[in-house]
């Protein structure tokens, strides 16, 4: 039994002990700033710092991204000489307004209101101010002040489902709804580009890569108690229901702290700094089966079990190593290279982004299964079990 369905028990009429159902993904929400083709992030600034190199604007347009969202546009302001004061100073005033938007479709497509929440999770790495971005979003939406926070901050790309993970448990726990929101303004850390007509190392194409992949938006979704009898055991699949929902059954996790130094984002003076190595695909192909084999055989399926894939978008290599490693079919991550072509890498945001494409647009046979998988710093690989309801 997962942590998720394991941490509650109430009592039923009759004062007998039941066990809750999983909590369930109920609701979701999106909101972008305005975007650009990346021919146009190139032409408009990209191009010109790097003194149009050929080898920036190969790695720059090969990276899977037709067009990206920027909260700051570099071909409008250009931030690149900016304190990370100034940076900060500006977060909030970007991010929040994001936020409010995901946070408010989310709780209309669900059909609760502010009120209804128990806990409200905020998920970000690109920003830091105090009071947080979670009061001020509580503030934002109107929420009582007796409302329940959670911060969760610098974790990285696969931040969304850890987050996901202890939203679900306090739901499960409390028996009251939570809502987590993702937002990230990676814009903000645009750095002075590399120049001349070549590299002059590692850490040049590091930032090219870094700037070329990265977008902002914002993404938030409800998760409320199961019902009981728990959705999880609703028996075989059932075709002819469409998914209402998705029960987070369980939550694994994987870190190799022996390439901690592969992918860093470390504050400087001028912002945020990517570090980004391109050994990281090798390291994943090492560690996704495992993690993937050991969540699954945990709740006694295997990977022809699995009906859908929302795998975080880091970048094509990244899809085509996880692809491979999982012996996926060939359209099996066609939606992710769906986000990463038209909203780039958001960072936390983006595998509830691939997460929503994935139970909108290919609805999953009640029964059925989906794994949400996220990578990141440390370097560390997130998978989630979930089941449609």
């Keep these: ?166 939203v679900s448990d306090a739901v499960v726990a409390r028996r009251h709804p939570g809502l987590l929101v993702c937002v990230e303004v990676a814009s903000l850390h645009v750095q002075p580009p590399p120049g001349g007509g070549g590299p002059r190392g590692g850490r040049d194409l590091e930032q090219v890569v870094a700037h070329a992949l990265f977008s902002d938006g914002a993404a938030a979704v409800v998760v409320e108690p199961g019902s009981s009898p728990a959705p999880a055991r609703l028996g075989p699949a059932q075709p002819g229901l469409a998914c209402a929902g998705l029960a987070v059954v369980d939550v694994a996790a994987r870190t190799d702290v022996g390439t901690a130094d592969h992918m860093t984002w470390d504050i400087t003076d001028l912002g945020f700094r990517m570090g980004l190595s391109r050994r990281v695909p090798a390291v994943l192909a090492r560690h996704v089966g495992p993690l993937v084999d050991g969540l699954l055989q945990a709740n006694g399926l295997r990977r022809c079990d699995i009906d859908g894939w929302a795998v975080h978008p880091g970048g094509p290599r990244i899809l085509d190593v996880v692809a491979d490693r999982l012996g996926l079919p060939p359209n099996a991550l066609a939606l992710s290279r769906q986000v990463l072509d038209q909203h780039g890498n958001c960072s936390s945001p983006t595998v509830l982004l691939v997460l929503e494409l994935l139970r909108s647009s290919a609805p999953i046979a009640a029964g059925r299964h989906v794994v949400a998988l996220a990578f990141g710093p440390g370097l560390t690989l997130y998978g989630v079990l979930l089941r449609a309801v």
């Design 1 to 166: 039994m997962s942590a998720t369905t394991a941490l509650a028990w109430s009592p039923d009429r009759d004062g007998e002990k039941i066990s809750p159902g999983p909590a369930v993904l109920t609701g979701s929400g999106q909101a972008f700033p305005p975007g650009k083709s990346q021919q146009e992030y190139w032409d408009g600034f990209y191009g010109p710092h790097t003194g149009h190199s050929r080898w920036a604007r190969a790695v720059f347009l090969d990276a899977g991204c037709s067009r990206r969202h920027t909260a700051v546009d570099p071909t409008v302001e250009d931030i690149s000489a900016w304190s990370t004061g100034q940076r900060m100073a500006r977060y909030m005033e970007e991010a929040l307004p994001l936020a409010t938007r995901s946070a408010t479709r989310a709780l209309e497509s669900s059909g609760l209101a502010v009120g209804d929440l128990g806990l409200l999770a905020v998920v970000s790495c690109t920003g830091y101010a105090t009071p947080g971005l979670d009061i001020r979003l509580a503030e934002a939406l109107g929420a009582d002040p007796s409302l329940q926070r959670l911060l969760i901050g610098h974790m990285g790309c696969y931040a969304a489902l850890p987050g996901l993970g202890a």
